[in-house]
């Protein structure tokens, strides 16, 4: 079983920065891809950065230049570094794991092939 927590959310200007970060614990392995999502009042779930085991990261358009997404494996907890940020991207955020070991998979940031979810933490972004 693998259990995630997300912290670092709250209000913050547009223009600031935040980080969001995930703890991880239970079976946690060095192969498993992570990633963050966030869902806005309304809209559908969307994939916002994923790291692949080897490092490799992305990011949805949106955020690229913006949000940086890392982990610290020695302290399993995941990190979405937000910097310039704006109303739009006012969301409940969310860490996912995925276990199945599909690249692809990973790094397209699909809902549905992330098995693992936190509860989420709320971040808004005023004008």
């Known amino acids: 079983q693998v259990q995630l927590v997300e912290s670092g959310g709250g209000p913050v200007q547009a223009g600031g920065s935040l980080r969001l970060s995930c703890a991880a614990s239970g079976n946690i392995y060095s192969n498993y891809c992570m990633g963050w999502f966030r869902q806005a009042p309304g809209r559908e779930r969307e994939g916002v950065a994923s790291i692949a085991p080897d490092g490799i990261t992305t990011y949805a358009d949106s955020v690229k230049g913006r949000f940086t997404i890392s982990q610290e494996n020695a302290k399993n907890t995941l990190y979405l570094q937000m910097n310039s940020l704006t109303p739009e991207d006012t969301a409940v955020y969310y860490c996912?794991?995925?276990?199945?070991?599909?690249?692809?998979?990973?790094?397209?940031?699909?809902?549905?092939?992330?098995?693992?979810w936190g509860q989420g933490t709320q971040v808004t972004v005023s004008s």
């Open positions: 996912a794991a995925m276990t199945t070991g599909n690249r692809w998979s990973c790094l397209s940031r699909r809902r549905t092939d992330f098995a693992y």
